[in-house]
T-cell receptor
Framework: DQQVKQNSPSLSVQEGRISILNCDYT??????FLWYKKYPAEGPTFLIS?????DKNEDGRFTVFLNKSAKHLSLHIVPSQPGDSAVYFC???????????FGKGTRLHILP | DVKVTQSSRYLVKRTGEKVFLECVQD?????MFWYRQDPGLGLRLIYF???????EKGDIPEGYSVSREKKERFSLILESASTNQTSMYLC?????????FGPGTRLLVL
């Protein structure tokens, strides 16, 4: 049973526009959420995280929003750039646990 | 800057061979992890370790073992490689929640 779900396998966005990647989770014990970016033939790179005590965290062009009641989080990238084309993994960690559970990823294509 | 290195970027092995994948981190992190990544399946946790000589099974430990003799080094062992173990193997380390990944080893088992 998937605890972290990324329902869109891929997404195409025009350069300069906003990219919104979505993620749903089922386990109410998750209290820490992360987004990773992965290029082909490289390891994932940590992008941004959010604790369950917050509903928004911003870092430059990247903002993560958390809606605990809906068990939903999203990553906004504004403005989208060609280098943002990659696979994005949503991940979650249960309370007091250092393990991370990953979603299956969403491939983002930034169109020129 | 956190540095996680993996011994090989690409590896080709034959069915039945014993395979060692090495991972080294230079940040004195307590936690280390081994994942495999397959198309459409995301990252799946094989084994992890919270301390030297400690190991815990992840979601898919069958066919694998691990060794953590030193804090900075976490090895993944395929006792008898099989074709369904062809995959991208990713090592990660972390001081707490956020994990830092190595570049990955793409293993092909023929």
């Amino acid at each position: 049973d998937q605890q972290v779900k990324q329902n869109s396998p891929s997404l195409s966005v025009q350069e300069g526009r906003i990219s919104i990647l979505n993620c749903d989770y089922t386990n109410s014990m998750f209290d820490y959420f992360l987004w990773y970016k992965k290029y082909p033939a490289e390891g994932p790179t940590f992008l941004i995280s959010i604790s369950s005590i917050k509903d928004k965290n911003e870092d430059g062009r990247f903002t993560v929003f958390l809606n605990k009641s809906a068990k939903h989080l999203s990553l906004h990238i504004v403005p989208s750039q060609p280098g943002d084309s990659a696979v994005y993994f949503c991940a979650a960690s249960p309370n007091r646990d250092d393990k991370i559970i990953f979603g299956k990823g969403t491939r983002l294509h930034i169109l020129p | 800057d956190v540095k996680v290195t993996q011994s090989s970027r690409y590896l080709v092995k034959r069915t039945g061979e014993k395979v060692f994948l090495e991972c080294v981190q230079d940040m004195d992190h307590e936690n280390m992890f081994w994942y495999r990544q397959d198309p459409g399946l995301g990252l799946r946790l094989i084994y992890f370790s919270y301390d030297v000589k400690m190991k815990e099974k992840g979601d898919i430990p069958e066919g694998y073992s691990v060794s953590r003799e030193k804090k900075e080094r976490f090895s993944l062992i395929l006792e008898s490689a099989s074709t369904n173990q062809t995959s991208m193997y990713l090592c990660a380390s972390s001081p707490a929640r956020a994990q830092y990944f190595g570049p990955g080893t793409r293993l092909l088992v023929l």
